[in-house]
């Protein structure tokens, strides 16, 4: 078995496990946000989870960077998951291992490149939305003077925030809050230019099947009528064959007719 088979297989094979660690990661950082006052022992049970799946996601890394071929190119091309290895705090970001196992999941199912598109989009506005709004309620919620104090307020500042429409009636006020509202803005254009684009994508391939169609039809009729133009064409040369041999007796009937009886002693009789 070669060294690619084996990377691909074992990511084959971990998708799966991972993908639920990743939601329970999910559950896990909701949790103590969503709860204003949870208990000790809730505390303690998301950070067990969190740290399990950090560590898996670790052994993940690990076990993938040994079996490649180029470890090189492996760390230069997946940067994000060796930082958020690396660094814990930003464990959040790891969650991005989901667009991976739905791009696989999808050349697997072999959908359409606009399909497969649309649901990588959707899924990163939806992933923005829900964990962009529960970073600033956790860093804005008790703060002094602060304007998002509650889930909803915060889902409502992420999504104008995301749409770059900015009321204002809701803003963060500390450093961190701030520094999350320019990451949801950057992702938000950046999302909102992929979306853009591919709508045009699909118009544009819409059109050309289209067009397509019409010249796939186009050039049917041609030659249909061509057809038809060379059956009209030997029909013709057949009528003519066949009257040519008529008229060439005619004149030989009309001659006969024309000449005297002839005249003899046959006739005398």
Not at 237 to 249: F, H, M, Q, W
Request: with cysteine; aromatic share 6%; net charge neutral.
């Amino acid at each position: 078995m070669t060294e690619p088979s084996r990377l691909a297989r074992w990511e084959r094979r971990t998708q799966g496990p991972l993908l639920l660690l990743a939601v329970l990661f999910a559950i896990a950082y909701a949790v103590p946000i969503v709860v204003p006052h949870p208990s000790d022992a809730v505390k303690a049970a998301c950070h067990v989870v969190n740290w399990t799946v950090w560590g898996a996601f670790a052994l993940d890394y690990v076990v993938r960077l040994v079996i490649a071929t180029d470890r090189k190119r492996f760390v230069r091309e997946h940067p994000l998951a060796l930082l958020a290895v690396v660094l814990p705090l930003l464990q959040p970001l790891r969650l991005l291992k989901l667009v991976s196992m739905l791009l696989l999941a999808g050349q697997r199912a072999r959908m359409a490149t606009q399909v497969r598109l649309t649901t990588y989009v959707a899924g990163s506005c939806l992933g923005l939305l829900v964990f962009g709004s529960l970073a600033v309620l956790e860093v804005e919620r008790d703060e002094e003077g602060a304007t998002i104090r509650t889930l909803g307020d915060a889902v409502w500042w992420a999504f104008t925030t995301m749409t770059t429409v900015g009321y204002g009636d809701m803003a963060p006020t500390t450093g961190a809050g701030r520094a999350l509202a320019i990451g949801l803005m950057l992702s938000g254009i950046a999302l909102l230019g992929v979306v853009t684009a591919n709508i045009a994508a699909w118009f544009i391939s819409q059109f050309e099947q289209d067009d397509a169609e019409e010249r796939r039809q186009t050039a049917a009729i041609l030659e249909l009528t061509e057809e038809v133009r060379s059956l009209r064409a030997q029909v013709a040369r057949l009528s003519g064959t066949k009257e040519a041999p008529a008229a060439a007796d005619a004149p030989s009937a009309a001659t006969s007719a024309a000449l005297p009886a002839p005249s003899g002693p046959a006739s005398g009789a």
